[in-house]
């Protein structure tokens, strides 16, 4: 069964710091991957997304994430975070077809402080 | 541009009122639209994939006669829970997409209280 694992339930870090959040998944064929966000009182956004070519993508907002298939993993990462990344975050995956339901992790909630 | 709309936003109705919640495209042509539902600290559940002038495929687990959904146009999906219990209290969310390997656009979700 397909399957979307994010390891991190709650981060939290500092101003500047670095982020890597990570999402490993589990999906037969040929998959098309995703992070979205989720900002407080907000509807989710899309934030970078994996089809094919190649496998480190960029975002909005300075975020980035690498597609390694040997380790069936697409981690989020961002040099240096602000506050205003505070939030939650999605990986979702799903088959390469637009009409196929995309199957979500559990999201990892994000808490940046000054 | 690819905007989803959903309404309405919250919703508190007594046991065993039916609530219906609309999905809209509002710039663009939905084929496929997804219903999903999220509990407090969890992830979103798919709940049915809807596709224009077809019936919804509902997962498994999903009650289709508790869950109506409808498709009837390339821009608007509705959601009907049917005879609501407080069990039935969570966030349900939207999503909608164009045709081919596209992105899925979320609406705002909608809260659902049953008292």
């Known amino acids: 069964a397909q399957s979307v694992s994010q390891h991190n339930h709650h981060v939290i870090l500092s101003e500047a710091a670095s982020l890597e959040l990570g999402c490993n998944y589990s999906y037969g064929g040929t998959v098309n991957l995703f992070w979205y966000v989720q900002y407080p009182g907000q509807h989710l956004q899309l934030l970078l997304k994996?089809?094919?070519?190649?496998?480190l993508v960029k975002g909005i907002k300075g975020f980035e994430a690498e597609f390694i298939k040997s380790k069936f993993s697409f981690n989020l990462r961002k040099p240096s975070v602000q506050w205003s990344d505070t939030a939650e975050y999605f990986c979702?995956?799903?088959?390469?077809?637009?009409?196929?339901?995309?199957?979500f992790g559990k999201g990892t909630r994000l808490s940046v402080i000054a | 541009g690819a905007v989803v709309s959903q309404h309405p936003s919250r919703v508190i109705c007594k046991s065993g009122t039916s609530v219906k919640i609309e999905c809209r495209s509002l710039?663009?042509?939905?084929?496929?639209m997804f219903w999903y539902r999220q509990f407090p600290k969890q992830s979103l559940m798919l709940m049915a994939t809807?596709?224009?002038?077809?019936?919804?495929?509902?997962e498994q687990g999903v009650e289709k006669d508790k869950f109506l959904i409808n498709h009837a146009s390339l821009t608007l999906s509705t959601l009907t829970v049917t005879s609501a219990h407080p069990e039935d209290s969570s966030f349900y969310i939207c999503?909608?997409?164009?045709?081919?390997?596209?992105?899925?656009?979320f609406g705002d979700g909608t809260r659902l209280s049953i008292l």
């Open positions: 710039d663009f042509q939905a084929t496929t």
């Open positions: 994996y089809f094919s070519g190649d496998p």
């Open positions: 999503s909608a997409t164009r045709q081919g390997n596209q992105p899925q656009h």
């Open positions: 979702a995956a799903r088959g390469n077809s637009g009409n196929t339901p995309l199957v």
């Open positions: 809807s596709n224009e002038g077809s019936k919804a495929t509902y």
